[in-house]
C-alpha cells in the first residue's frame, strides 16, 4: 500500500520525514510541504536556531546536527519512513586550485552523510515494506560545469547511491530517486550571484540572465517550493512503481 490517504487529503499521516539541510531554502521548502501533508518531520539542520523555530512551527522535531561529522550522523534518529537528502554546499574553483579539504568536505556532507543516513534508515523501512528515498540531486548530477568539481562529483555520486538504493529497496517496498533542478533561488544561488557579479565585473541580473539562465529554455529560477512538490509527488500515492529515476527541473537544460 503506498500511503495511509485520509479524507482530508494528509495522505502521510502516521508516516515520519526526515529532511537534512531543512532549515533553509528547498529544505524548508520540503519540510513545510511534508508536515502539510500529515507526515512527522525531523528538521535536520547546521543551523540550531532556524530548525527549531521551523520545527516548532510545524510540529516537527528539531535535530541539529553537522553532517560532516560521521558521530552526529551516526546520532541520527533511524526511524525515519521517508529520508530527503537535501543538505549540500558549493565552492567554485578550477580543479588545479581546488583546495582539498573543501573537496573533501563536499564529499561527506553530500555523499557520505546520506550513505550514512540511508544505512541506518533502511531497516526500518524494509521493516514497515514501504519507504521513499529522494535525493535532492542537480542538473548537476546529469551534465557538468567548470570550475564545480566538487559538486559535480558529489551530485553524480548521490545519482549512483539513489539507483543502488532503488535496485536493493524494491523488493521491500521502498523506492529511491532524484530530482535535478538547475538554479534554485536560495541563499546558496543568491551567494554565487553576487561572487560572480563581483568576478566578472558584471551587475547581479546579468549573472542570473547571461551565465545561470544560458543553457535552459526557462528563462527564470525555480523556486524552492517547485521542487518541494516535486520531491512530495515521489512521496504520494501514486508513484510506487517510479524508483531509480532521476527528474530533471531544469528548464530544458538537459534537453540541449
Given at each position: 500500500m503506498?500511503?495511509?490517504?485520509?479524507?482530508?487529503?494528509?495522505?502521510?499521516?502516521g508516516?515520519?520525514?526526515?529532511?537534512?539541510?531543512?532549515?533553509?531554502?528547498?529544505?524548508?521548502?520540503?519540510?513545510?510541504?511534508?508536515?502539510a501533508?500529515g507526515?512527522h518531520?525531523?528538521?535536520?539542520?547546521?543551523?540550531?536556531?532556524?530548525a527549531?523555530?521551523?520545527?516548532?512551527?510545524?510540529?516537527?522535531t528539531?535535530?541539529?546536527?553537522?553532517?560532516?561529522d560521521?558521530d552526529?550522523?551516526?546520532a541520527l534518529?533511524?526511524?525515519?519512513?521517508i529520508?530527503?537528502?537535501?543538505?549540500?554546499?558549493?565552492?567554485?574553483?578550477?580543479?588545479?586550485?581546488?583546495?582539498?579539504e573543501?573537496?573533501?568536505?563536499?564529499?561527506?556532507?553530500?555523499?557520505e552523510?546520506?550513505?550514512?543516513?540511508l544505512?541506518?534508515t533502511?531497516p526500518?523501512?524494509?521493516g514497515?515494506?514501504?519507504?521513499?528515498?529522494?535525493?535532492?540531486?542537480?542538473?548537476?548530477?546529469?551534465?557538468?560545469?567548470a570550475f564545480?568539481?566538487?559538486?559535480?562529483?558529489?551530485?553524480?555520486?548521490?545519482e549512483?547511491?539513489?539507483?543502488?538504493?532503488a535496485?536493493e529497496?524494491?523488493?521491500?517496498?521502498?523506492?529511491?530517486?532524484?530530482v535535478?533542478?538547475?538554479?534554485?533561488?536560495?541563499a546558496?544561488?543568491e551567494r554565487?550571484?553576487?561572487?560572480q557579479?563581483?568576478?566578472?565585473?558584471i551587475?547581479?541580473?546579468?549573472?542570473?540572465?547571461?551565465?545561470m539562465?544560458?543553457?535552459?529554455?526557462?528563462?527564470r529560477?525555480?523556486e524552492?517550493?517547485?521542487?518541494?512538490?516535486a520531491?512530495?509527488?515521489?512521496?504520494?500515492?501514486?508513484?510506487?512503481y517510479?524508483?531509480?529515476?532521476?527528474i530533471?527541473?531544469?528548464?530544458?537544460?538537459?534537453?540541449?
Open positions: 503506498d500511503s495511509h490517504e485520509t479524507p482530508d487529503g494528509r495522505f502521510l499521516a508516516r515520519t520525514a526526515m529532511v537534512t539541510g531543512a532549515a533553509a531554502g528547498i529544505g524548508r521548502a520540503c519540510a513545510e510541504a511534508f508536515a501533508a507526515a518531520v525531523y528538521v535536520v539542520d547546521l543551523a540550531a536556531a532556524p527549531e523555530e521551523l520545527a516548532a512551527r510545524i510540529g516537527g528539531a535535530h541539529v546536527a553537522d553532517l560532516s560521521p552526529a550522523v551516526e534518529p533511524a526511524d525515519a519512513d529520508v530527503v537528502n537535501n543538505a549540500g554546499l558549493q565552492h567554485v574553483a578550477p580543479v588545479h586550485e581546488f583546495p582539498v573543501r573537496f573533501a568536505l563536499i564529499q561527506r556532507v553530500m555523499v552523510a546520506p550513505f550514512r543516513i544505512r541506518r533502511l526500518h523501512m524494509y514497515r515494506g514501504w519507504g521513499r528515498v529522494v535525493n535532492v540531486s542537480s542538473v548537476h548530477g546529469l551534465r557538468a560545469s564545480k568539481s566538487a559538486y559535480v562529483t558529489a551530485k553524480h555520486a548521490l549512483g547511491l539513489s539507483k543502488t538504493v535496485l529497496g524494491a523488493p521491500y517496498g521502498v523506492t529511491s530517486n532524484c535535478n533542478p538547475a538554479y534554485v533561488r536560495t546558496l544561488v554565487q550571484i553576487a561572487a557579479a563581483l568576478a566578472h565585473g551587475h547581479e541580473d546579468e549573472v542570473v540572465e547571461r551565465i539562465l544560458d543553457r535552459t529554455a526557462v528563462k529560477l525555480i524552492p517550493d517547485e521542487v518541494a512538490q520531491v512530495l509527488f515521489l512521496c504520494g500515492p501514486h508513484t510506487g517510479v524508483t531509480g529515476a532521476s530533471p527541473l531544469d528548464g530544458g537544460w538537459t534537453a540541449h
